[in-house]
């Protein structure tokens, strides 16, 4: 017994000692430096230079072939379906009883032409950097503005280009004499950017192939907003580049485990009212801590498998529509609000049409990019556990920025701890209402939380 209790007394101080090192000890990172690379087919030697970009910027229009559009609805003509078990609603996966119906709806009422036709309607253009093909949209104001401010806005996974959609004419229309010239790429390997032909494309090298997008669009410092993987990527523009980012902007804050936040997390947990400014609202936010671990649990299972074996889920999305329908809708269900789960239909279309979801989809399916956008996973997902430097937060953005903070997002953090984050966090918004998709959810409120936050940048 004796044995035991000195056992159990010496791993509580092993683990306090290992808490207090994380916390107070351990130095802040550098800023890591980046190394160029090369991610066009043609394969280099080592030490081989890395070839010069052609800096040409081409336009670019939507035009599917007709022969992919017939071999894709002879593909669903040929679905199968799930019979799902009675009573699991969306528990088990995308419903089958649904999924019939979507796919029904898919076949005889959705019109891609005229679906490609609203893509069309915003100027799309495509330049070669590193190698690659980058697509982006490109929208300026839409009336004569005092000032116009170039902001540079990123989706995520399993979305696309399509979620800024309704918010972009909310951005370039005049408020205050402020408007917004707005650029809006494909993360490379999503819709119509090229996918990257060698090994090592994560966020960083993002990071970098959008600040040269804007360089080449005559941007030297611009503004930048995401959500998911956007928030990501912008926050990594604003620690590896910071020279270039005038404000950043994001719906998904991230989390820390070093410092005050760290602290106040873990007292929060049991004494909110010490640490929190709203005691029961930022509870919420972050516990109970086990319903959200067992929630997380559920619902990253995606995760796991794109970050380690990407093509082999890939070559099954990338040979059949109906089980990527299935595979990317059902995180429009849940992560969209996570009451969803218990409906027959996910709600998907208590905040899409299907209309909007299919087109989502389309994008993912005429691309050919399914692949590749799981692989974003592969090169990822390991720096998050790996590379401390960027990825798990503990170099703080220094630029003025800005966080909304949504109801249904998969994480969230109260401002008292969020704002440790942040070395000039200047904005912090509780939304009312909205989900992970919150550019596509709610635009509006998205877009004049952006505006809100640029004019207290630009007032600064």
């Given at each position: ?227 998911d993987y956007g928030s990501l990527i912008g926050r990594t523009m604003a620690i590896l580049y ?187 918004t509780s939304m009312p209402r909205g989900g992970h998709f919150a550019a596509f959810e709610e ?18």
């Amino acid at each position: 017994m004796g044995i035991f209790i000195k056992f159990f007394a010496l791993t509580i101080l092993v683990a306090f000692g290992a808490v207090v090192y994380q916390i107070f000890l351990t130095p802040d990172p550098e800023v890591p430096v980046i190394p160029e690379k090369w991610f066009g087919r043609q394969q280099l030697k080592a030490g081989e230079p890395i070839p010069k970009d052609p800096l040409t910027i081409n336009r670019f229009t939507i035009n599917v072939s007709d022969e992919v559009l017939t071999d894709l609805k002879h593909r669903l003509d040929l679905a199968r379906f799930v019979e799902p078990l009675p009573g699991t609603q969306f528990n088990y996966g995308f419903n089958g009883n649904y999924l019939k119906q979507v796919v029904d709806y898919w076949k005889t009422k959705y019109d891609w032409r005229q679906q490609e036709k609203e893509l069309n309607k915003f100027n799309h253009f495509k330049t070669q950097i590193n190698g690659i093909d980058i697509h982006f949209i490109h929208v300026k104001p839409s009336k004569p503005a005092k000032t116009v401010v170039p902001i540079l806005i990123s989706h995520g996974w399993p979305g696309s280009v399509l979620e800024y959609y309704k918010a972009i004419p909310l951005l370039t229309e005049p408020t205050n004499g402020v408007a917004f010239e707005v650029i809006c790429p494909s993360i490379p390997g999503y819709g119509w950017s090229e996918a990257p032909h060698q090994t090592g494309f994560n966020v960083p090298q993002t990071a970098r192939i959008y600040v040269k997008l804007m360089e080449r669009l005559n941007h030297k410092t611009f503004f930048v907003h995401g959500g998911d993987y956007g928030s990501l990527i912008g926050r990594t523009m604003a620690i590896l580049y910071p020279e270039h980012i005038r404000g950043l902007h994001t719906t998904m804050a991230g989390s820390t485990n070093k410092g005050l936040s760290l602290i106040k997390s873990i007292i929060g947990a049991y004494f909110p009212q010490l640490v929190f400014d709203n005691p029961e609202a930022d509870y919420k936010k972050m516990f109970p801590f086990w319903e959200n671990i067992r929630f997380m649990v559920r619902e990253s299972g995606y995760m796991h498998i794109q970050s380690t074996r990407p093509d082999t889920v890939g070559a099954a999305m990338l040979d059949s529509p109906v089980g990527l329908a299935a595979y990317i809708l059902e995180k429009f269900s849940v992560w969209t609000n996570p009451a969803f789960l218990d409906k027959p239909d996910g709600g998907l279309t208590e905040k899409f049409t299907l209309d909007e979801l299919l087109t989502n989809i389309m994008i993912y399916w005429t691309s050919n990019n399914v692949a590749s956008s799981m692989r974003y996973y592969k090169e990822n997902v390991p720096l998050l556990f790996i590379d401390f430097n960027i990825h798990e937060f503990r170099i703080k953005a220094s630029v003025p920025s800005a966080v909304a903070d949504f109801p249904h997002e998969l994480m969230r953090f109260p401002y008292s701890v969020t704002k440790h984050q942040y070395e000039n966090l200047i904005q912090y918004t509780s939304m009312p209402r909205g989900g992970h998709f919150a550019a596509f959810e709610e635009p509006k409120l998205v877009a004049d939380d952006i505006k809100t936050f640029v004019s207290k940048v630009l007032k600064k």
